[in-house]
């Protein structure tokens, strides 16, 4: 067991995030695949408090369904991390608060860890090599993980680590319907793989295949021509019950609706928070799934102590 030193714990908010688009190019060496995608902050936040202990570093999460041992991606951070910066005979001790619903494609494990790095060397020092150092660790955590890093908006590609920073136009209201069903990242990947290898396609699959317009980027609402997720057709047919929340979202009345990652939360984008509002009052009669209002932010922590 970590015990703590009498010096202030650090503690800080990590922000999810949402895909405002994402295509899964091919799998590369190594089982990773090639992607491109735009990451997009958003103000659901899990708090992390992080104390400098004699000893192994320990994770504490408010969540049950996280693991707090070296499963756990913030773990795996801070012992990458203090390796790097030859920090011996010391530890962290980890305290998650959950804010970022668990399984739903929003980069809470990822935040988790890109808020662990920012700790470390908060604590420790800067990494030797800066970037290049922090990026390479980042990258070997998670395809999420380096974006999380510097948040905001960002066009990204490779593995993730390749990364075009966009500029944030606004707080954009998002509503999120997060319903109780968990879809595995790695289930996801297989389940895309088996049917591009048999030669399936969708209606989706093909909407997919158009390019990025560039003034959309940079809009309030991102890429809503090709606001598109090449995970959906997979996991649509596995959990058909997305398909139909997203149909109730823009129901609702939201502008664009799409799933998150590979899923299971879906998100709608509003040009105005009263518009979000009114179809937060409309959803909010069905009991079977969680609401969650939200809004762009143009980092990916806020320092709270």
Not at 6 to 34: D, F, M, Q, T
Not at 185 to 213: C, F, K, Q
């Given at each position: 067991?970590?015990?703590?030193?009498?010096?202030?714990?650090?503690?800080?908010?990590?922000?999810?995030?949402?895909?405002?688009?994402?295509?899964?190019?091919?799998?590369?060496?190594?089982?990773?695949?090639?992607?491109?995608?735009?990451?997009?902050?958003?103000?659901?936040?899990?708090?992390?408090?992080?104390?400098?202990?004699?000893g192994e570093t320990e994770v504490r999460c408010s969540h049950p369904a996280v693991p707090e041992g070296?499963?756990?991606?913030?773990?795996?951070?801070?012992?990458?991390?203090?390796?790097?910066?030859?920090?011996?005979?010391?530890?962290?001790?980890?305290?998650?608060?959950?804010?970022i619903p668990v399984g739903g494609g929003l980069g809470g494990g990822s935040a988790d860890a890109a808020g662990t790095i920012l700790a470390c060397e908060k604590l420790f020092g800067p990494v030797p090599g800066g970037d290049t150092t922090r990026f390479a660790l980042a990258a070997a955590l998670g395809a999420d993980v380096p974006f999380l890093l510097y948040g905001g908006r960002a066009l990204a590609w490779g593995i993730g680590e390749r990364m075009l920073q966009l500029p944030v136009k606004g707080s954009t209201p998002v509503l999120l319907?997060?319903?109780?069903?968990?879809?595995?990242?790695?289930?996801?990947?297989?389940?895309?793989?088996?049917?591009?290898?048999?030669?399936?396609?969708?209606?989706?699959?093909?909407?997919?295949?158009?390019?990025?317009?560039?003034?959309?980027?940079?809009?309030?609402?991102?890429?809503?021509?090709g606001l598109v997720n090449d995970f959906e057709p997979v996991v649509f047919a596995y959990h058909p019950k997305l398909r139909d929340l997203k149909l109730r979202l823009r129901e609702a009345g939201a502008d664009v609706a799409l799933m998150s990652g590979s899923g299971s939360a879906i998100f709608g984008l509003f040009k105005d928070r009263k518009k979000r509002d009114r179809a937060l009052e409309v959803l909010e009669a069905d009991r079977n799934f969680r609401l969650a209002p939200a809004e762009f932010v143009d980092r990916a922590f806020r320092i709270v102590s």
């Open positions: 067991m970590a015990r703590s030193k009498s010096s202030s714990p650090l503690e800080i908010e990590v922000y999810a995030k949402i895909n405002l688009s994402l295509r899964i190019l091919g799998k590369i060496e190594g089982g990773y695949h090639s992607v491109e995608t735009i990451f997009q902050n958003i103000s659901l936040a899990d708090r992390m408090k992080f104390t400098v202990a004699d070296k499963e756990n991606l913030a773990y795996q951070a801070a012992v990458s991390c203090l390796e790097i910066l030859k920090v011996k005979d010391k530890g962290l001790l980890i305290e998650i608060e959950k804010g319907i997060i319903p109780d069903i968990a879809v595995s990242t790695s289930w996801a990947y297989r389940a895309l793989d088996d049917t591009r290898s048999e030669g399936i396609h969708t209606e989706i699959m093909d909407v997919n295949s158009g390019p990025l317009n560039w003034e959309e980027l940079l809009g309030q609402l991102g890429p809503t021509g």
